[in-house]
């Protein structure tokens, strides 16, 4: 399967966090080929090893399964749902967007309701409305038929979004953050097929909420590096100043410098850079941006672990829908490829 399909087939399925089944099976379906465990953990991270040399260093790769949505809070008397965030979302990209409520009965398609233009007065043009204020619309004519077509409290709602090829590589897709970084890991295992290192392959659970199946996983591995694979802010469009997110689509993969979680070791950032430069990888440095990944985690697991950060350059990351260029992605498998082959010498 190549990248591109396996970034497809796991951008449309559904993954709010706490709910990573979908994404999980497929991951399992697609790194099973390539490693020799595969096994789930009490609280859900998907932990996989392709085993090296028993002397070797271990290498911890860590994908997010999960994606920013939403969970159904109340249902009104009326039929409409109230919903709570469940990850950072900005409350303006909300309005007007058609959703899918996934409910035990199977999922129902909704759209966060409006006020039209025609009835709005010129205080209420020029002002957001909070997510508090906002509500589903499932055409359910009360709140015992929303019941009866199986909605609960509780039920997560994903954005319905489907994967589209753009320009000249270039793909739109939901939930990029952090499906880009699990296509990348599986695309790099597939690849790694003779290493000295013993490489963890690591879909973990709820990182957009407190980098929490991370935390678990690490201490399981107990990885002598660990590095996080995952999207990053693409600075590149109007509206952002210069150094504001330095990184710009189609430069190739992003090293982490630093984070709001990480400074990223000095041996695993010249590991990253090294690597980058003997095999003609064109990357960028990003530090100083307000987010944190996995890596922050796998940092600080037990006596401390060594680690470092590759992410592909994303517009509009939690939003409905982001863009991204595939020759980042695939730059960012080479450069993961070239690094843990280069692992042994380092540590
Ligand atoms: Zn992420």
């Given at each position: 399967m190549k990248l591109i399909e396996a970034l497809e087939k796991l951008s449309n399925a559904n993954g709010v966090t706490g709910r990573e089944d979908e994404v999980r099976e497929l991951m399992k379906k697609y790194l099973k080929p390539y490693v020799d465990e595969i096994r789930e953990d009490r609280l859900g991270n998907l932990i996989t090893v392709k085993k090296g040399n028993k002397d070797a260093p271990t290498v911890m790769l860590a994908a997010h399964m999960d994606e920013v949505g939403l969970m159904i809070k109340n249902i009104k008397k009326k039929g409409f749902l109230q919903f709570t965030k469940i990850g950072g979302i900005d409350d303006r990209i909300l309005l007007a967007q058609?959703?899918?409520?996934?409910?035990?009965?199977?999922?129902?398609?909704?759209?966060?309701?409006?006020?039209?233009?025609?009835?709005?007065?010129e205080a209420e043009k020029k002002k957001v409305i909070e997510a508090d204020k906002l509500f589903i619309d499932i055409g359910a004519k009360d709140k015992e038929e929303a019941e009866k077509m199986g909605v609960q409290v509780g039920d997560v709602v994903s954005f319905d979004t489907k994967f589209a090829r753009l320009g000249n590589n270039i793909v739109l897709g939901k939930a990029f953050d952090d499906r880009v970084g699990c296509a990348i890991m599986i695309e790099a295992m597939k690849r790694l097929q003779k290493v000295d290192c013993n490489v963890y392959a690591v879909g973990t659970i709820q990182e957009e909420v407190g980098l929490r199946g991370a935390t678990i996983a690490a201490f399981q591995v107990e990885p002598d590096v660990g590095i996080a694979l995952d999207a990053t802010v693409a600075g590149d469009t109007p509206g952002v100043g210069e150094g504001e997110a330095p990184a710009k689509m189609g430069e190739g993969p992003v090293v982490t410098v630093a984070d709001a979680g990480l400074i990223t070791h000095p041996k695993v950032l010249r590991l990253l850079i090294d690597s980058a430069k003997q095999n003609k990888i064109h990357y960028q440095l990003e530090t100083g941006i307000r987010?944190?990944?996995?890596?922050?985690?796998?940092?600080?697991?037990?006596?401390?672990?060594?680690?470092?950060?590759?992410?592909?350059?994303?517009?509009?990351?939690?939003s409905p829908a982001a863009i991204l260029n595939l020759d980042d992605a695939e730059k960012a498998v080479q450069l993961v490829v070239a690094a843990i082959e280069n692992i042994p010498k380092i540590f």
């Open positions: 058609t959703v899918i409520v996934h409910t035990d009965k199977g999922p129902l398609t909704g759209v966060v309701g409006s006020k039209p233009v025609h009835i709005q007065n987010g944190s990944t996995d890596a922050s985690r796998i940092a600080l697991s037990r006596e401390g672990v060594p680690s470092g950060i590759i992410s592909v350059p994303a517009r509009y990351i939690h």
